[in-house]
């Protein structure tokens, strides 16, 4: 397979019609790596609306219980991708994410705009680092997926077009990103969770890197100091060199799962998509739980 074929046959596709194949082609296939990345800054700018971040921390959710939350939402959210919504594994993915949230007094607004990062910030962030441009069909195969997901979560008035996200996003972000303490420390708890991936020593510059792909609007609402441009310059040049590299690579023949992802730690034995999104029972956190689906070390 050369590396434009699998770009060639997705758009031979109807982009509604094969929304879910598309979207799982690009995911798993085309940008495993970019869309994660961006899946995590997308959840991690929610933080910013102070109504979201307050909760978060009050919960302790992602102060106390970061690695957790991270790969159970990691893992709910692509069992969808890998399996289909009407799939047993995608509709207890999909009650399971339903469940977590009705334990909380969330807004429709908040939903909506969670959702909206799902939509939006792929699209951004493909489009500046990935090995190439999302084509028109990807983008409205992505928005199709989303909607639908919105749609079994009960979230109201979701935006019909890519363009509706983008706009909705943007105003939301306008009207709310605003300081809040506690906030600020789910901020501080996601950045140092996304350090301990890697050997100690790099924390520190590792957490720099991350602020130096964040946008000055979120910067201003958690209060950090921006980096320096010559830091943004590099960082950014960096992560676009690796999107440059991957083009010169063979395709990918076998698809990518977050349940592949060494940044997943918290499954070493496998897991049950039921187990999913519970709080860890003392003395039993590490017990060996297998996916339908395969194994978490896969």
């Not at 983008?166 to 789910?186: I, P, Q, T």
């Not at 201003?220 to 100091?225: C, G, K, L, V």
Request: aromatic content about 10%; glycine content about 6%.
């Amino acid at each position: 397979m050369k590396r434009y074929e699998r770009l060639r046959q997705i758009l031979r596709m109807d982009p509604y019609e094969d929304a879910f194949e598309i979207y799982r082609l690009t995911a798993a296939y085309e940008f495993p790596w970019d869309v994660t990345r961006a899946l995590e800054l997308a959840l991690y700018r929610t933080y910013a609306i102070p109504s979201i971040g307050r909760l978060l921390a009050e919960t302790a959710e992602l102060t106390d219980r970061a690695q957790k939350r991270y790969d159970d939402t990691s893992l709910l959210l692509d069992a969808v991708v890998e399996h289909g919504f009407d799939s047993e594994q995608g509709r207890t993915a999909v009650r399971r994410i339903n469940r977590m949230h009705r334990s909380y007094d969330i807004s429709d607004d908040d939903m909506r705009y969670v959702l909206c990062t799902f939509v939006v910030m792929p699209k951004r962030w493909i489009d500046a680092y990935g090995w190439r441009r999302l084509s028109r069909h990807e983008i409205v195969a992505c928005t199709v997926h989303y909607r639908t997901l919105g749609e079994r979560m009960g979230i109201k008035d979701i935006p019909g077009t890519y363009e509706e996200f983008e706009a909705c996003l943007d105003a939301y972000e306008k009207a709310h990103f605003a300081w809040d303490e506690g906030a600020r420390r789910v901020s501080d708890a996601t950045l140092a969770l996304m350090a301990s991936w890697y050997p100690g020593p790099l924390a520190p510059l590792l957490r720099r890197a991350t602020l130096a792909l964040l946008d000055d609007h979120l910067l201003t609402a958690f209060r950090y100091t921006p980096p320096g441009r010559a830091t943004r310059v590099l960082v950014r040049a960096a992560v676009r060199a690796r999107g440059r590299a991957v083009r010169l690579l063979p395709p990918r023949r076998a698809p990518h799962h977050a349940r592949q992802n060494r940044e997943i730690k918290g499954y070493p034995n496998g897991f049950r998509l039921e187990e999913l999104g519970t709080r860890p029972v003392p003395g039993v956190g590490g017990c060996p739980v297998r996916h339908t689906g395969g194994s978490a070390t896969e």
